[in-house]
């Protein structure tokens, strides 16, 4: 079965600490994107990589720190820097050509 | 930064009925997508249409755009419930990223 998972489904997070959302596809993509979504709002971009072992900053990209050391996986961690980290997390990734397929999306509550 | 605008923020809608929605844009694109998003859950990819395109179909989806205008529709024909969620729309300048904008929430009443 080809798609992308995010786990865990709902994350907490205590002050001060640092977690990290995984993400992962089988459906061999060289690109993959982190977006934050916040309630009646559309997608911010956070984070993105075309290729393996590179990555660019999105347009919300403060707190945040990404890896891409494999194809498949593309994890994100929200540091203790990200003040205001509640919101719903989607990844998605894409073959570059436009077309985006996204995870189920990871909830994020703070303790 | 979010450059598509949905309009209208939400619709309800009795079943059968059409429903409408519209999304403006700021810049020039390659390409404009519309997704679904059911309550809780990720976005689906409905139907990509080309700068160069002017309509397009699939089942009961109707797309169109206009580059003069920097705008798009999207027509769900003989909406049924599980048609309710919220549709966005995003553009792709073809710099491997799209823009999403805040979305139209779509309630489709039995």
């Known amino acids: 079965d080809g798609g992308i998972t995010q786990s865990p489904k709902y994350l907490f997070r205590k002050e001060g600490q640092n977690v990290t959302l995984s993400c992962e596809q089988n459906?061999?993509?060289?690109?993959m994107y982190w977006y934050r979504q916040d309630p009646g709002q559309g997608l911010r971009l956070i984070y993105y990589?075309?290729?393996?072992?590179?990555?660019q900053k999105g347009d919300i990209a403060e707190g945040y720190s990404v890896s891409r050391e494999k194809k498949e996986s593309f994890p994100l961690t929200v540091t203790s820097a990200q003040k205001n980290p509640t919101a719903f997390y989607l990844c998605?990734?894409?073959?570059?050509?436009?077309?985006?397929?996204f995870g189920p999306g990871t909830r994020l509550l703070v303790l | 930064s979010q450059q598509g605008e949905e309009d209208p923020q939400a619709l309800s809608i009795q079943e059968g009925e059409n429903a409408t929605m519209n999304c403006s844009y700021k810049?020039?694109?390659?390409?404009l997508q519309w997704y679904r998003q059911n309550s809780g859950r990720g976005l689906v990819h409905l139907i990509l249409?080309?700068?160069?395109?002017r309509e397009k179909h699939s089942g009961r989806l109707r797309v169109t755009l206009d580059t003069s205008k920097k705008s798009s529709s999207l027509l769900i024909t003989a909406s049924r419930a599980a048609d309710t969620a919220s549709y966005f729309c995003?553009?792709?300048?073809?710099?491997?990223?799209?823009?999403f904008g805040a979305g139209t929430t779509v309630t489709v009443r039995a």
């Open positions: 998605a990734s894409s073959t570059g050509e436009g077309t985006q397929y």
């Open positions: 459906l061999n993509h060289d690109a």
């Open positions: 990589s075309q290729i393996v072992n590179d990555f």
């Open positions: 810049t020039s694109i390659n390409n």
């Open positions: 249409i080309r700068s160069n395109e």
């Open positions: 995003a553009t792709d300048a073809g710099d491997y990223k799209l823009s």
